[in-house]
């Protein structure tokens, strides 16, 4: 028989004899929605008929063409929550045993979404986290499901490299701590089983979580979506080439580095000055010891640029700085100085490494005052040495220019990868922490934002999908000029305007559980019981204390300004903090007032000469009334603008007010 046709009938029978099988997200342990309509969805031979049953409900199906099905069921009904065991037959049986049926919930974002309640490299863990880790042991009716990571240029049908864990000591640790808190909040309110599902990766921006076709639709992201297409095309072409030719680090193919690092032939080297290493692979290392008292301190390069090459960083083996190899990470210069851990070793002896790699042969190292290890006043002098791992044949002079292709920023990838794979589940709502990486963009946050929540409604066929999400904490500088007029503040107002306009979304106001020093501040159970509180009034209708104070409108009123708020119930001066939080491995800074005899901090008010002053504000009543000496016509006022603020307006929640201004609705 000819060998191509067997072939195909080989791949033909496999098709039509192919299992029924589920998505990792319909495994073992987890929590299904329960609902009128739950979704059961997976994979058959084509036109093969399906049935799924739970709880003594039961559906069927047949598969499409394509070999996919989709059932829903009517959950209402069993009055149980569970445990159950899913039985899904076709040709064969399935049984997804454990399963209990309550509320699940779509945990996204960034960094501190994805913060572990535990310990985890280059962060401190969250207060009290082996308290909370203990406490958690045996809350079986939380489950966590973590989306594993899934980059792609293309919309994924399938991301199976998550499962449903139980919380454990080995396993709460790792948890999503705002997503833990917030369903440890909703289980001990509701008495029900709370899934959690967390598709959250650090450093990533609103336009990565966001669909094609919404970019599309919107003229000020499409124009960058395409060149976008046109930059990635040509640098997964210099990518390959730098594949081929062993300039991009991967372990375990290309280069072993402890083998590289306890090798020979090592030089000295002074690493200080301009540096134009040969075209290739070379690695720089320095070896220094540490006392155990210092081990655990934050610690970071200082005084090291690198221009258009390559890096990996290594402590002890161990990657230091996340850089993941695509090229944006080597263009232009850039400063390596991310900080870390160096962790405990019983001999107190740790080796830096760094992997630099020049495509091109343009490459510069650029350390004018030499290179040192720092945290705080502790400088590590450091003395290093180099070796080649590889040289490359020279370029002509007109091709020894690094490709400077505008910085991919990978939008639409992570929806692709982390979103798309999970339309079709059946959710109580979504809960979101995110706006840190998108600080360059804050006037134009708001609309994206809203795009974003648009879109995931329409992806998941819910137009009115809940979605509550973070206002950004406080983080750097302390405001001390009113007239400053920061990114992150401005962000936090497109957040706060997204709450205000955009139907069936909470915010929960956070601005005073920031660290001025870290932007993963450690206070994430107070995050995670204030989300819940918003769903527990808007989802559950179980609570109307759920937000301090919420800015509605404003009257001027000769030399003064009033303003109204929604939720003025109780509406009064907190007592101003007076200290405030750095970071998890310093003491914390004293505040010092701004107007120390006005009865409320925060509030600055602009008069007709668009100049800003801190201003005198009190309550009366429901209201705020603000003024201040030297503004005879106010037009606006201001409330905990600026990066790290310290106002002190709240109800009878005890919660903090949003930060807002009246110059925008």
Not at 30 to 54: D, F, N, Y
Not at 292 to 309: S, T, W, Y
Not at 315 to 320: F, M, P, Q, T, V
Request: proline share 6%; aromatic share 10%; net charge positive.
């Amino acid at each position: 028989m000819n060998t191509k046709l067997m072939i195909l009938l080989s791949a033909f029978a496999t098709v039509l004899s192919a299992d029924v099988k589920l998505p990792s997200i319909l495994g073992d342990h987890m929590v299904l929605q329960r609902s009128a309509a739950t979704a059961i969805w997976g994979k058959a031979a084509p036109a093969e008929s399906v049935t799924v049953e739970i709880g003594g409900v039961s559906a069927a199906t047949t598969a499409g063409e394509d070999g996919r099905w989709i059932t829903r069921l009517d959950l209402t009904g069993i009055p149980q929550d569970g445990p159950f065991t899913l039985t899904v037959k076709g040709k064969n049986k399935l049984e997804v045993r454990d399963v209990l049926l309550g509320d699940v919930w779509f945990a996204g974002g960034q960094s501190n979404m994805a913060k572990n309640i535990g310990p985890q490299p280059n962060q401190f863990p969250c207060i009290n986290w082996e308290k909370e880790v203990r406490q958690s042991v045996g809350r079986n009716q939380i489950r966590m499901y973590r989306v594993g990571w899934g980059s792609s240029a293309t919309p994924l049908k399938e991301n199976d490299r998550g499962r449903w864990v139980l919380p454990s000591l080995a396993t709460t640790p790792k948890f999503t701590a705002v997503g833990y808190f917030f369903a440890d909040t909703l289980n001990k309110a509701l008495k029900k089983p709370v899934g959690i599902v967390d598709s959250s990766v650090g450093g990533t921006s609103v336009f990565q979580w966001t669909s094609r076709e919404t970019l599309l639709a919107d003229a000020d992201t499409a124009a960058d979506l395409r060149k976008q297409d046109a930059d990635l095309k040509a640098e997964q072409q210099f990518i390959d080439w730098c594949k081929a030719n062993g300039a991009l680090y991967q372990p375990g193919q290309l280069q072993q580095p402890k083998t590289f690092l306890a090798s020979d032939g090592w030089k000295t080297i002074e690493l200080k000055g301009t540096i134009h290493p040969p075209r290739g692979v070379n690695w720089y290392r320095a070896t220094f010891t540490l006392p155990p008292e210092l081990q655990l301190r934050n610690f970071a390069l200082k005084g090291l640029r690198v221009r258009n090459m390559y890096r990996k960083v290594l402590c002890n083996g161990r990657d230091i700085e996340y850089v993941d190899g695509r090229h944006y990470t080597a263009i232009t210069e850039q400063d390596v100085k991310r900080g870390f851990m160096p962790g405990k070793t019983a001999d107190g002896v740790y080796t830096i490494a760094l992997r630099l790699t020049s495509p091109t042969g343009d490459g510069a190292i650029l350390a004018p005052d030499g290179v040192v290890l720092a945290s705080g006043k502790h400088v590590i002098p450091l003395k290093w040495e180099t070796k080649n791992e590889r040289t490359f044949a020279p370029l002509a002079p007109e091709k020894a220019v690094y490709p400077k292709f505008k910085q991919p920023t990978n939008w639409t990838f992570l929806y692709n990868g982390q979103i798309a794979p999970f339309t079709n589940l059946t959710l109580s709502g979504v809960i979101w922490y995110q706006g840190e990486q998108d600080w360059n963009i804050p006037d134009q946050y708001r609309r994206h934002f809203t795009n974003l929540i648009a879109d995931w409604r329409k992806q998941f066929k819910r137009p009115d999908l809940p979605f509550y999400f973070c206002q950004l904490p406080g983080f750097g500088r302390i405001a001390t000029d009113p007239n400053s007029n920061p990114p992150w503040a401005r962000l936090r107002n497109g957040q706060f305007l997204v709450s205000r306009n955009v139907p069936n979304t909470g915010m929960a106001v956070i601005i005073d559980l920031g660290e001025t020093s870290d932007i993963h501040p450690r206070r994430k159970r107070e995050v995670g019981e204030r989300l819940a509180q918003v769903a527990l009034a808007k989802s559950y209708g179980k609570m109307t204390d759920y937000t301090g104070p919420v800015y509605r409108t404003f009257k001027i009123e000769g030399s003064k300004i009033r303003i109204l708020f929604d939720h003025a119930e109780g509406l009064r001066a907190a007592e101003v903090a007076k200290t405030y939080e750095i970071r998890g491995d310093k003491a914390p800074g004293n505040y010092k007032r701004q107007v120390p005899g006005s009865p409320l901090e925060g509030f600055a008010i602009c008069g007709s000469d668009s100049r800003w002053y801190w201003a005198h504000a009190k309550t009366d009543g429901s209201s705020v009334i603000v003024s201040a000496p030297e503004v005879k016509t106010p037009v606006a006022v201001r409330y905990n603008w600026g990066n790290t603020v310290f106002g002190n307006l709240t109800n009878r929640t005890g919660l903090p007010a949003s930060p807002f201004t009246t110059e925008t609705r």
